[in-house]
T-cell receptor, first 114, second 113 residues
Framework: ETGVTQTPRHLVMGMTNKKSLKCEQH?????MYWYKQSAKKPLELMFV???????ENNSVPSRFSPECPNSSHLFLHLHTLQPEDSALYLC?????????????FGPGTRLTVL | ELKVEQNPLFLSMQEGKNYTIYCNYS?????LYWYRQDPGKSLESLFV?????AVKQEGRLMASLDTKARLSTLHITAAVHDLSATYFC?????????????FGTGTRLQVTL
């Protein structure tokens, strides 16, 4: 079991719904990440937070809104999604900058947009 | 833009055989990671390679890094069915704050009896 947890594990939502994904890390790390994994595509980095500050937004549509209230928690707020947003959303954490900055991943949230 | 290419994309091999997965990347980096993903599961860290010439081994898997050639390899020795999974390499470009991983497309390994 990793030190990164995600809830919910599965989510089905309509295009007009608003929902949130939650990620929590118990590793004492300073950086947290959101990735999207679609079928037959490489993992795509969406957002990076370091010490609660957003340091990367990889041209993600505004219907995805991240929030990082502290170094242990990361949210991804979803609204008016499209069917092509259906994917596995993975959260990860790492110590932050440094020689060994290995990222540890959570179990993911499988999102289906109808 | 950093590009990370893995080959093959799919590999079917018999138990007991050896094979190598290749990971090529397009820009300078001296940090590379290998991950394993089982179907429907998250990514599990396998190896962290932090310098040119680094070699790490764990069981039947061995990873190496040649930063001059911008190439990493994951060698499988005497494959067993439990190794069936998708393997990803990821190249780290440190931004000075957090890391920024660019993943390869993955190699789906199927080990048959």
């Amino acid at each position: 079991e990793t030190g990164v947890t995600q809830t919910p594990r599965h989510l089905v939502m309509g295009m007009t719904n608003k929902k949130s994904l939650k990620c929590e890390q118990h590793l004492g790390h300073n950086a947290m990440y959101w990735y999207k994994q679609s079928a037959k595509k490489p993992l795509e980095l969406m957002f990076v937070y370091n010490f609660k500050e957003q340091t990367e937004n990889n041209s993600v549509p505004s219907r995805f809104s991240p929030e990082c209230p502290n170094s242990s928690h990361l949210f991804l707020h979803l609204h008016t999604l499209q069917p092509e947003d259906s994917a596995l959303y993975l959260c990860a954490s790492s110590q932050g900058a440094g020689v060994r900055n290995e990222q540890f991943f959570g179990p993911g949230t499988r999102l289906t947009v109808l | 833009e950093l590009k990370v290419e893995q080959n093959p994309l799919f590999l079917s091999m018999q138990e007991g055989k050896n094979y190598t997965i290749y990971c090529n990347y397009s820009t300078t980096s001296d940090r590379l990671y290998w991950y394993r993903q089982d179907p429907g599961k998250s990514l599990e860290s396998l190896f962290v390679l932090l310098s040119n010439g680094a070699v790490k081994q764990e069981g039947r898997l061995m990873a190496s890094l040649d930063t001059k050639a911008r190439l990493s390899t994951l060698h499988i020795t005497a494959a067993v069915h439990d190794l069936s999974a998708t393997y990803f390499c990821a190249v780290d470009i440190e931004t000075g704050t957090a890391s920024k991983l660019t993943f390869g497309t993955g190699t789906r390994l199927q080990v048959t009896l």
